[in-house]
Structure formats: C-alpha cells, structure tokens
C-alpha cells in the first residue's frame, strides 16, 4: 500500500519555524520514524512552497496510491485550485494540520479544502500525520 504526504509552503521549515505551534522536530527527522512504524506501508514524501508544484503532485499521484496525507500550509486557507485538484483525484485526502487551527487567528479558522477531503486531523501536532495514517488504512 501506497501513502503520498505532502507538505505545503514553509512546512521544510519545521523544526525551526515557530517551535512553541510546530515543535522542535524536523520532518526529515519524524518521517523516518513514522516509516519504522508502519513498515508495511510505502511512504513517500513530497515538500513545496509553491501552489501548482502542489498540485501537479497530487495529479501525479492521485490515480494511483491508495490515500494521501496533506498539510497545504497557508493555501489551506486560500486555494480553490487545490479544492478543484482534490476533487478530480480518485485518491481519498485526508487534511491534516500539525496545531489546532481553530485556536490560533481568525483567517486559519476556515479551510478551503476541507470538503473536498476525506476528513481532517488537527492539533496533534507530528502525530496529526500518523492520525491521519490510521485512518486511510482502516478505509
């Protein structure tokens, strides 16, 4: 079974980026983790600042692998492209966000994506992901 995560804009930052919202964990150091959890699952990573690189992945992907894991970052909140990309894929999104959305400033409080996707994780920061993960295998 194939799993796509993908990240969006200054998620590569994680890590180093605001550690009291998103941790002291860099992504490259948690997704080996998260492989050695689930070594029956391929799991394949994709990171972008940019929008269309964002979407051209998940039209990549989208017909093949059985789910993908996405954090948009800031175009969560502003990319109908990304809703209309999800929306033509066959794989199930799950919408995952390493801090509690609703908590933090009013424009992160709603999401353009989320009715495009098969659910949403957020709060749980890294583990959000693993979250995530358990929910498209249990599909």
Known sequence: MKIQIINGPNLNLLGVREPGIYGATS???FLPQ???QYPEVELAYFQSNCEGKLIDKLQEVGFDCAGIILNAGAYTH???ALHDCIRSIKAPVVEVHISNVHTREEFRHHSMISAACKGVIC???LDSY???LEALLRQ
Do not use: K
């Open 27 to 29: 992504f490259e150091t």
């Open 34 to 36: 998260l492989q050695a």
């Open 78 to 80: 502003t990319s109908i």
């Open 123 to 125: 709060g749980f920061g």
């Open 130 to 132: 693993r979250l995530a």
